[in-house]
């Protein structure tokens, strides 16, 4: 398996043999990509089948030595490469809601068969960077709020997109969790903020076997990360002993030749500027020791002769958007569409009942499958949520109105049997930032930061006096990360949140509403009443400092009370926790009860692992989710589970000793379907010296 790291290292005899015989030239040929970020965008400008990416990009290759060259294809919500062919799936902060690591491993597989049949070996698709604040534009590509989530659902994928023998490539490494200010901010933290918060899932993703990272644009504590020895050097390849290779982020990803040389940079992405000419003069200079390109050069060719020698898989372009990878995509939306609120068992609609059915609001008809920078994805086509609510409603009239003027709005409301405002965000509220007057652009203005959480102006006066008239008005929120509902959570009978859902996803929002599909997704972040009980980010800004808390970490610290909770979803059904039993062996804590579906339908629930350290004699979270399991019930069938929490997952990183420590405490241990603790069970375990 391609994901396991000493098949790769099997290869360094082979690689050190290779680079051996190279000139300086040639290794350092193996640094630079071949095609310049500028010729990209202005031919995207000439030609929108020419967008970024629409091909792999290259870099490297000595094909005398047999040495593939790296075909970069980035993603995340699939692959970027072609026009009108690829499986757009619903974005990573949906895919984290279904907590489903079976089908996040099956995505990524799809995932690696497009690639292949592309033409690509490499995906640069595996965002990893934690939302500081949910404001952050780009919060849509990660899984969520939670280190210990994102390094499950990383791995996940990397493991699926590696079967298929295609590199994955973790970015953006590391503190990138900004966008207007990503190319010049600062960032800045403890020691302990580092590596328990920011760091972690990084980690865990690289000791599951991801073979590639990218560096990011900002700079960490002074120094850019495209050549930060710091982090490139020190954490990544020596501590963490990485074995494969580093690549820039695209235009700006590196600013120096010999800083980046030193600091650990191995390729320079997507055009070759510092490297080069350049880098070969810096080396013939003494300013850039040749080790450091044999280094280079042996990560890069173990890293691509292992993956061609695992096999490289040839597949036909007929599987590029296959109806078996669109039924991942629906099944995906499926499972991480999560129903907030249900009054009055509102939701699902009966179709017998439901004669006249009101669809409102400007996304309703809306291609919006997300951002619209690196990650856009284009499929051959794309089910809205009114084509999918329309598809569901058999035998219903449904009326589709913008919503933009209230009075006729109202009007429609008050004779409908029900009403579905569609409301939230578009690629031009969030996603990669761009600017018109900026070297750092695809096609214009657009995307950036989320300085307000809540929803737009317009959408919450048509939430409010549409509640008013009829109390039978469904929400259904669409957006990247967090959006606040205490201004019209009142006045909305059901609500469900989801996200950028695919290209199948206005189906699966049908589905869910006519009660064909049971909702089962979690919320992989907090919903706060006020954007105020989140950590401050200054989105335009030179410097900015991380706090050890964020997210539902905080709220609890904090004694405050969200919205919504961390984990939560409801359900068409009910589920029952019972027996819950907590002990301790010589590696993990073991977590056990049975759950029972006690409801009518069949359903799935996201059993939660949370871990307390009230003991501490640190200062730590009040509980941190450590497990989670996902388990589909038939009604009043019933499972017996137990999740194991690693004594790893219980070290805190203590700055004097430079190393990750347990302490011998009593632990609480939560079990429960979310972070409330009214949604919870507890128990206690002492770790102890002979447990270890």
Not at 588 to 616: D, H, K, M, P
Not at 653 to 672: A, H, M, N, S, W
Request: glycine residues 10%; proline residues 4%.
């Amino acid at each position: 398996m391609i994901c396991d790291r000493e098949y790769r290292l099997k290869h360094t005899e082979e690689a050190q043999s290779i680079v051996d015989q190279l000139t300086l030239e040639e290794k350092v040929s193996l640094m630079s990509g071949d095609m310049p970020l500028d010729k990209i965008l202005a031919e995207a400008r000439m030609s929108p089948e020419k967008h970024y990416n629409h091909v792999p990009c290259s870099a490297g290759g000595l094909p005398e030595y047999h040495v593939p060259p790296v075909l970069f294809c980035d993603g995340s919500r699939g692959v970027v490469c072609g026009t009108g062919k690829s499986t757009c799936f619903p974005v990573a902060m949906l895919r984290g809601a279904s907590f489903d690591t079976e089908l996040e491993e099956k995505i990524g597989e799809a995932i690696g068969r497009e690639i292949r049949a592309y033409g690509g070996n490499f995906f640069g698709g595996v965002c990893l960077n934690l939302p500081y604040n949910p404001g952050w534009g780009r919060s849509q590509e990660t899984y969520g709020e939670d280190s210990f989530h994102m390094g499950e659902m990383g791995s996940a994928i990397v493991e699926g997109v590696q079967n298929e023998n295609v590199i994955a490539c973790l970015k953006h490494f590391a503190f990138n969790q900004m966008e207007i200010s990503r190319f010049t901010v600062d960032v800045d933290c403890s020691p302990r903020t580092e590596r328990e918060v920011f760091l972690a899932h990084f980690k865990k993703c690289i000791d599951r076997g991801a073979a590639a990272v990218m560096s990011s644009y900002n700079k960490y504590k002074g120094t850019y990360c495209g050549h930060n020895d710091y982090l490139l050097n020190q954490v990544l390849k020596d501590e963490w002993g990485f074995d494969g290779f580093v690549m820039s982020d695209f235009g700006s990803g590196i600013r120096d030749t010999v800083e980046a040389a030193n600091g650990g940079q191995n390729i320079e992405m997507s055009g070759t500027t510092y490297f080069g000419d350049k880098l070969v003069q810096a080396v013939m200079s003494g300013k850039v020791p040749e080790r450091k390109i044999n280094d280079a050069a042996l990560r890069i060719i173990r890293t691509m002769i292992s993956f061609r020698d695992a096999g490289s898989h040839k597949y036909p372009e007929s599987v590029i958007g296959c109806k078996e990878h669109i039924a991942l995509a629906l099944q995906s939306a499926r499972e991480g569409i999560t129903l907030l609120q249900n009054k009055n068992a509102l939701l699902p609609l009966d179709r017998k009942h439901t004669k006249r059915l009101v669809v409102m609001g400007n996304l309703a008809n809306a291609d919006n499958l997300g951002d619209h920078g690196s990650s856009q994805v284009f499929p051959p086509y794309n089910t809205t949520p009114l084509n999918g609510i329309s598809a569901a409603a058999s035998g219903s009239e449904v009326i589709f109105y913008d919503g933009e003027n209230l009075a006729h709005a109202k009007e429609l409301a008050v004779s409908a049997d029900a009403v579905v405002i569609i409301a939230g965000y578009n690629y031009n509220d969030e996603g990669e930032y761009t600017t018109q007057n900026s070297d750092e652009t695809y096609t214009g203005a657009r995307g950036g930061d989320r300085y307000d959480l809540g929803l737009h102006k317009n959408d919450i006066r048509l939430i409010q006096e549409t509640g008013a008239v009829n109390p039978r008005t469904i929400v259904v929120m669409i957006g990247g990360s967090t959006i606040t509902t205490s201004e019209w959570q009142d006045s909305a009978g059901a609500i469900l949140m989801a996200y950028y859902p695919g290209m199948e996803g206005g189906t699966a929002i049908g589905e869910i509403l006519f009660g064909d599909v049971n909702p089962s997704g979690k919320l992989p972040f907090v919903i706060p009443v006020s954007q105020n009980d989140l950590p401050h980010v200054e989105w335009e800004t030179d410097a900015q400092f991380y706090e050890y808390y964020h997210g539902y970490e905080k709220l609890d610290k904090e004694g405050i009370r969200p919205s919504f909770p961390y984990g939560f979803g409801l359900s068409y059904t009910t589920f029952d926790i019972r027996d819950a039993a907590f002990s301790a062996d010589n590696e993990a804590i073991a977590a056990s009860c049975s759950i029972i579906n006690t409801g009518s339908r069949r359903g799935a629930e996201v059993v939660q692992l949370y871990i307390g350290f009230r003991n501490s004699s640190v200062d730590r979270p009040v509980k941190s989710l450590k497990g989670f399991q996902r388990i589909t019930l038939d009604p009043g069938e019933e499972k017996r589970i137990t999740i194991r929490c690693p004594f790893d997952e219980l070290k805190w990183y203590d700055p004097k000793t430079r190393q990750f420590e347990l302490e011998e405490i009593e632990y609480e241990v939560y079990l429960g379907s979310s972070s409330d603790e009214k949604d919870l069970v507890m128990g206690t375990v002492t770790v102890k010296e002979e447990n270890k």
